[in-house]
């Protein structure tokens, strides 16, 4: 049974960078067969793909549009998870952040969620 | 970017009735829609994949049907367990997917 926990800080000042974590078990960040996402939710834009790291023989990376110039996705093989960065955050960015295990390009798991507050 | 509209914004149902929720998007996806459920305080759960597969696990009361632009969640006869809140989500541009706004199912 594929389990992921989140971790990170719920509160973060404007313009630093938004970090979590989600650590991985009963899988493989290394999977050749899932990708392994983040997502958020909030009130106003509901829920939002950010992006996502998979491995097919070597790395790769894909972003949504809307933050790709300032988001970064990360796997830790050595730990078994992977991250997600996100720099120069406004209020806007305020969401509950999930990470998600994907397969067959569908979400079937999916971490406990974090509370990210972006206030001064 | 496709856009995913849901509707109705909420729905009223006794339990033991029939829901029907709709999920259109702004151009074809194919066969490519996903449905999830959400409860209060919960991440999603997957419900139907392919518009009209169950996920492991999902009782037969959830179907989905529907191709191309219009797509439809049925839940044959409400539980108690059943009042949340559902998505659609489509996969057909990967890596830009995209979630409707939702549907809440609410007791009637």
């Known amino acids: 049974q594929v389990q992921l926990q989140q971790s990170g800080p719920g509160l973060v000042k404007p313009s630093q960078t938004l970090s979590l974590t989600c650590v991985i078990s009963g899988d493989s960040v290394t999977s050749n067969s899932a990708a392994w996402n983040w997502i958020r939710q909030s009130p106003s834009r509901g829920l939002e793909w950010l992006g996502r790291?998979?491995?097919?023989?070597?790395?790769?990376?894909d972003y949504a549009v809307s933050v790709k110039s300032r988001i970064a996705i990360n796997p830790d093989t050595s730990k078994n998870q992977f991250s997600l960065q996100l720099n120069s955050v406004t209020p806007e960015d305020t969401a509950v952040y999930y990470c998600?295990?994907?397969?067959?390009?569908?979400?079937?798991?999916w971490g406990q969620g974090t509370l990210v507050t972006v206030s001064s | 970017e496709i856009v995913m509209t849901q509707s109705p914004g909420t729905l009223s149902v006794s339990p033991g009735d029939r829901a029907t929720l709709s999920c259109r998007a702004s151009q074809s996806i194919s066969s490519n829609l996903a449905w999830y459920q959400q409860k209060p305080g919960q991440p999603p759960r997957l419900l139907i994949y392919?518009?009209?597969t169950r996920a492991t696990g999902i009782p037969a009361r959830f179907s989905g049907s529907g191709s191309g632009t219009e797509f439809t969640l049925t839940i044959s006869s409400l539980q108690s367990e059943d009042f949340a809140v559902y998505y659609c989500?489509?996969?057909?541009?990967?890596?830009?997917?995209?979630f409707g706004g939702g549907t809440k199912v609410e007791i009637k």
């Open positions: 998600a295990r994907e397969a067959g390009q569908v979400f079937g798991y």
């Open positions: 790291t998979y491995y097919r023989s070597k790395w790769y990376n």
């Open positions: 989500q489509q996969y057909n541009k990967w890596p830009s997917l995209t």
């Open positions: 392919g518009a009209s």
